[in-house]
């Protein structure tokens, strides 16, 4: 098992193993060994990830992440929050269409929708912007992104859930601070560092980033 804090504009794998401009790979030159990730995070979402050194204990993580597992994200939004603590109950479907806009938050009748939950918790706001942390309860295509824009708290440098792009920072503003779970042995909680980048857009919004998450 490898963990890697993944810097932003990097994406998770390449288009195959050989693909030099994936983190995969530059993993896979660091470890001396061929990896695999376990799970994928947008090219521009940084924070925790993790990868394995045999192919085969891909299914077995991803098993032991999704049944017994908990990934939370920070994230920047636009808007002020109406609440302190709230779920999201909003199912995901496809649109039908390629690219970065393949999922929508499901409507009546939507063929292909999958159940998407995600608890949002307000840690800091003002009344232009919010700093929220986003824990995962079902792992969906961009559900923290879908569910945050669902809520009319869209991401801070989001180009594809609003209307108009955010063009506020260089980046959607989501960093995947930490993965928790249990290895068979004892509870296990893996955390990356909120993002630089993303520190530095808190402070000049006028947000506080907690010491401690």
């Known amino acids: 098992m490898l963990v890697v804090d993944k810097p932003a504009g990097l994406p998770s794998t390449g288009r195959d193993r050989d693909d030099p401009d994936s983190l995969e790979h530059l993993v896979a030159q660091h470890a001396g060994r061929l990896v695999w990730a376990v799970h994928q995070l947008d090219a521009d979402t940084s924070g925790v990830i993790v990868f394995v050194a045999r192919k085969s204990l891909v299914a077995e993580w991803t098993r032991r992440l999704s049944l017994h597992g908990e990934k939370r994200y920070l994230a920047i939004c636009h808007g002020a929050p109406r609440f302190a603590e709230t ?18 938050v499901a409507r009546p009748g939507d063929a ?17 912007h919010a700093l929220l942390e ?12 879908l569910h945050l824009a669902h809520l009319e ?7 594809v859930y609003r209307t108009p792009p955010s063009t506020e920072h260089g980046r959607q503003a989501l960093h995947a601070h930490a993965i928790a779970f249990d290895d068979g042995r004892a509870p296990q909680r893996l955390v990356a560092p909120l993002a630089s980048d993303l520190c530095a857009l808190a402070r000049r919004l006028g947000l506080r980033v907690p010491d401690a998450v």
């Not at 929708?113 to 003002?126: E, K, Y």
């Not at 986003?134 to 992104?145: C, D, E, K, W």
């Not at 708290?153 to 180009?159: H, Q």
């Open 87 to 104: 779920l999201v109950d909003a199912p995901l479907a496809p649109t039908g269409l390629r690219g970065a806009a393949s999922w929508r």
């Open 112 to 128: 292909g929708a999958c159940a998407a939950r995600s608890r949002v918790r307000v840690l800091d706001a003002t009344p232009a």
């Open 134 to 145: 986003v824990t995962l309860l079902t792992g969906r295509t961009h559900q923290a992104r």
């Open 153 to 159: 708290l869209p991401l801070v440098g989001e180009k």
